[in-house]
């Protein structure tokens, strides 16, 4: 059983907007926290955003501050990464993952620090 699935993706126009969720299933992840990744064709998997497992602190790529907002509703083992006014670089597979980086001290930005992912949800932008 997969653990954590997105949804939410697809096309949409450049200047657009998307909101994904991740959907955690089997376990409760209140005390995990949670990044969303993407990856785009022929690019490695680059850090997207990441908020820790109290909602208290969130971190964001360069590329996207400012226009995405993470969130999380533990009551609801549901994660979200609202995107607006996206851009066609942003076209990429985008990935929830969970991780307890606060308690080990690792870093929210390296995807080895996060042990569950999911399957990946297709964002698309056209120009």
């Known amino acids: 059983q997969v653990p954590l699935v997105e949804s939410g993706g697809g096309l949409v126009q450049a200047g657009g907007f998307l909101r994904l969720s991740c959907a955690a299933s089997g376990r409760t992840f209140s005390s995990y926290d949670m990044g969303w990744f993407r990856q785009a064709p022929g690019k490695e998997r680059e850090f997207v955003a990441a908020i820790t497992w109290s909602g208290g602190n969130t971190y964001y790529a360069d590329s996207v501050k400012g226009r995405f907002i993470i969130s999380r509703d533990n009551a609801k083992n549901t994660w979200y990464l609202q995107m607006n006014s996206l851009k066609p670089e942003d076209t990429a597979v985008y990935y929830c993952?969970?991780?307890?980086?606060?308690?080990?001290?690792?870093?929210?930005?390296?995807?080895?620090?996060?042990?569950?992912w999911g399957q990946g949800t297709q964002v698309t932008v056209s120009s």
């Open positions: 993952a969970a991780g307890r980086v606060t308690y080990y001290g690792g870093s929210y930005y390296e995807a080895k620090w996060y042990n569950y």
